[in-house]
């Protein structure tokens, strides 16, 4: 407890002191608007001398003309000025907010935008991504306690200083640092993509941080107050957005999908194929691509492979992929403890681990399995649904959250009502015994499938309703109502899904070990 309360003073004292700490020179260099960090150390592999400062314009290679097209090819009725860009985005990962992130950048550059992205963190998966036309300042901040507010503090305080003169500012994580960019920045207009309330992402840690997040939750709310435009990924987390933020104007809030986009991973050679025209698995293969992290609840499909063992059914095979955090204790321990549930269960026959598998490999898995899995209860939208559609295989997922939107019952895949190991296995068997699934193995309908795909979830049309968005706060262009998708949401009222924090037997067990971690 003690460790935890000195870690809360800390986060407190970093967020209440930040100016102080940002305008002293032993701290902070700031020179030519850039912002140079003198004592605190860039995170990985990533720190950077001057002389290798100009890697960091990299390069949007493989997709930039694809991106052109796309965007063209949508908003040919709308003509948005050239503009400056800012993109504020700390802690740049793997996961679908970091890609959306990447897809925002790529849309602007191929438009001719001047694009500038403000992060704490770039992580090695992106080392060999390039990204040409756009100015990458990389504030380095090490992770701790309270950083989802903090970090955007830091990058506020960083534009304060700077040269840079931004029409667009594009915000997700917190809005910690509205004040800051509306105070030097008067004529700039603002957009928040809003992937979960954050007070929402981790309610169960201690005491003390739940009251702080609360507190910081009510002076969030006044910021977004100032936002010009708000952003959520699922009809899910706007119901959630509105029920923690209910003063603001609902007007202000749309629901955007956020952005699928695996055309320019994938070669021609290699377009999603039917189960029926490849070669038949010996055995039935389940994927789950997924993080490795308690609350996705991956340990209910080991459980579930158990069960299907118990019961005589042999003849499937479970491969369990996806990234690895070796910066996150509880990514590092949930993943050892999901690699020892499988021998305590007896199914390392039946289930193999795949961590941090590079895009290439994942899209080679899904044309390999027979069936995708994705288990978290509660997920704000859920981008693994919709590249497992995309390539022509059915879902199972937790009716509830964003991929309760995304899945069609029984014709694209399958939902449980909660995140249990029975209702796994059952669905498991299901999906065994189903034969053929129409929708996905025909051509026929997997063309009417993949049309719903690309009105509401593909890049061409995230992109579309960015620019809409856009064109509207900047007064460019009166749109028709009848040819926006940007809505106004309305309250949507989800009943609560029960979501235990681990299988009964290991409960306890993860519990001790993620205290142990994060003190």
């Given at each position: 407890?003690?460790?935890?309360i000195?870690?809360?003073?800390?986060?407190?004292?970093?967020?209440?002191?930040?100016?102080?700490?940002?305008?002293?020179?032993?701290?902070?260099?700031?020179?030519?608007?850039?912002?140079?960090?003198?004592?605190?150390?860039k995170?990985?592999?990533?720190?950077?001398?001057?002389?290798?400062?100009?890697?960091?314009?990299?390069?949007?290679?493989?997709?930039?003309?694809?991106?052109?097209?796309?965007?063209?090819?949508?908003?040919?009725?709308?003509?948005?000025?050239?503009?400056?860009v800012?993109?504020v985005?700390p802690?740049?990962?793997?996961?679908?907010?970091?890609?959306?992130t990447?897809?925002?950048?790529?849309?602007f550059?191929?438009?001719?935008?001047?694009?500038?992205?403000?992060?704490?963190m770039?992580?090695e998966?992106?080392?060999?991504?390039?990204?040409?036309?756009?100015?990458?300042?990389?504030?380095?901040l090490?992770l701790?306690?309270?950083d989802?507010?903090?970090?955007?503090?830091?990058?506020?305080?960083?534009?304060?200083?700077?040269?840079?003169?931004?029409?667009?500012?594009i915000?997700d994580?917190?809005?910690?640092?509205?004040?800051?960019?509306?105070?030097?920045?008067?004529q700039?207009k603002?957009?928040?993509?809003?992937?979960?309330?954050?007070?929402?992402?981790?309610?169960?840690?201690?005491?003390?941080?739940?009251?702080?997040?609360?507190?910081?939750?009510?002076v969030?709310e006044?910021l977004?107050?100032?936002?010009?435009?708000?952003?959520v990924?699922?009809?899910?987390?706007?119901?959630?957005?509105c029920?923690?933020?209910?003063?603001?104007?609902?007007?202000?809030?749309r629901?955007?999908?956020?952005?699928?986009?695996?055309d320019?991973?994938?070669?021609?050679?290699?377009?999603?194929?039917?189960?029926?025209?490849?070669?038949?698995?010996?055995?039935?293969?389940?994927?789950?691509m997924?993080?490795?992290?308690?609350?996705?609840?991956?340990?209910?499909?080991?459980?579930?492979?158990?069960?299907?063992?118990?019961?005589?059914?042999?003849?499937?095979?479970?491969?369990?992929?996806?990234?690895?955090?070796?910066?996150?204790?509880?990514?590092?321990?949930?993943?050892?403890?999901?690699?020892?549930?499988?021998?305590?269960?007896?199914?390392?026959?039946?289930?193999?681990?795949?961590?941090?598998?590079?895009?290439?490999?994942k899209f080679?898995?899904?044309?390999?399995?027979?069936?995708?899995l994705?288990?978290?209860?509660?997920?704000?939208?859920?981008?693994?649904?919709?590249?497992?559609?995309?390539?022509?295989?059915?879902?199972?997922?937790?009716?509830?959250?964003?991929?309760?939107?995304?899945?069609?019952?029984?014709?694209?895949?399958t939902?449980?009502?909660?995140?249990?190991?029975e209702l796994?296995a059952?669905?498991?068997?299901?999906?065994?015994?189903?034969?053929?699934w129409?929708?996905?193995?025909?051509?026929?309908?997997?063309?009417?499938q993949?049309?719903?795909?690309?009105?509401?979830f593909?890049?061409?049309?995230?992109?579309?309703?960015?620019?809409r968005?856009?064109?509207?706060?900047?007064?460019?262009?009166?749109?028709?109502?009848?040819?926006s998708?940007?809505?106004?949401?309305?309250?949507?009222?989800?009943q609560?899904?029960?979501?235990?924090?681990?299988?009964?037997?290991?409960?306890?067990?993860?519990?001790?070990?993620?205290?142990?971690?994060?003190?």
């Amino acid at each position: 407890m003690e460790t935890n309360i000195t870690k809360f003073i800390f986060a407190t004292r970093f967020c209440l002191f930040t100016p102080a700490l940002f305008s002293s020179p032993s701290h902070f260099l700031f020179s030519s608007g850039s912002f140079v960090v003198s004592s605190v150390p860039k995170p990985l592999s990533l720190a950077r001398s001057s002389s290798e400062e100009s890697k960091t314009r990299r390069s949007l290679t493989q997709s930039t003309n694809r991106a052109q097209m796309s965007s063209s090819t949508l908003n040919n009725n709308i003509a948005i000025k050239k503009m400056h860009v800012v993109i504020v985005h700390p802690e740049q990962w793997n996961g679908g907010s970091d890609r959306c992130t990447v897809a925002l950048i790529r849309h602007f550059v191929s438009q001719g935008h001047r694009v500038t992205w403000l992060t704490t963190m770039i992580d090695e998966y992106w080392k060999n991504h390039t990204f040409d036309g756009v100015e990458i300042r990389e504030v380095g901040l090490k992770l701790h306690p309270g950083d989802w507010w903090s970090q955007n503090v830091a990058l506020g305080w960083h534009m304060v200083f700077s040269n840079l003169n931004p029409d667009v500012a594009i915000i997700d994580h917190s809005a910690s640092c509205v004040p800051m960019i509306k105070w030097r920045f008067p004529q700039c207009k603002i957009l928040f993509y809003c992937h979960f309330p954050q007070q929402l992402v981790t309610p169960s840690r201690f005491f003390l941080y739940r009251w702080y997040a609360k507190l910081i939750g009510i002076v969030e709310e006044e910021l977004f107050g100032q936002i010009d435009q708000i952003f959520v990924n699922s009809n899910f987390t706007a119901t959630q957005f509105c029920k923690v933020m209910p003063n603001i104007e609902k007007s202000k809030v749309r629901v955007v999908y956020p952005p699928c986009d695996i055309d320019f991973i994938v070669t021609a050679s290699e377009k999603p194929v039917s189960r029926a025209e490849r070669a038949k698995n010996n055995v039935y293969t389940f994927l789950s691509m997924n993080r490795f992290w308690p609350e996705k609840r991956l340990d209910i499909i080991v459980e579930a492979a158990a069960i299907l063992k118990r019961r005589g059914y042999t003849n499937l095979h479970v491969q369990l992929a996806g990234s690895v955090m070796p910066h996150i204790p509880e990514s590092r321990i949930y993943y050892d403890l999901l690699q020892d549930m499988t021998k305590e269960l007896d199914v390392t026959d039946m289930v193999t681990f795949i961590p941090s598998p590079t895009d290439k490999v994942k899209f080679q898995l899904y044309q390999q399995c027979d069936t995708a899995l994705y288990t978290p209860p509660n997920e704000h939208f859920g981008i693994v649904p919709i590249e497992a559609l995309d390539q022509r295989r059915p879902v199972i997922v937790c009716d509830s959250g964003g991929p309760a939107e995304t899945v069609l019952e029984d014709i694209t895949g399958t939902k449980i009502a909660k995140p249990c190991g029975e209702l796994l296995a059952d669905a498991m068997l299901h999906h065994m015994n189903k034969t053929d699934w129409p929708e996905l193995d025909t051509e026929e309908g997997y063309a009417k499938q993949r049309q719903r795909l690309e009105t509401e979830f593909s890049t061409r049309g995230f992109c579309g309703n960015i620019d809409r968005a856009i064109a509207e706060m900047m007064g460019d262009l009166a749109i028709n109502s009848e040819e926006s998708s940007l809505e106004p949401v309305e309250t949507i009222v989800h009943q609560p899904v029960a979501t235990e924090t681990f299988a009964k037997p290991y409960q306890q067990k993860n519990a001790a070990h993620i205290r142990r971690a994060q003190a």
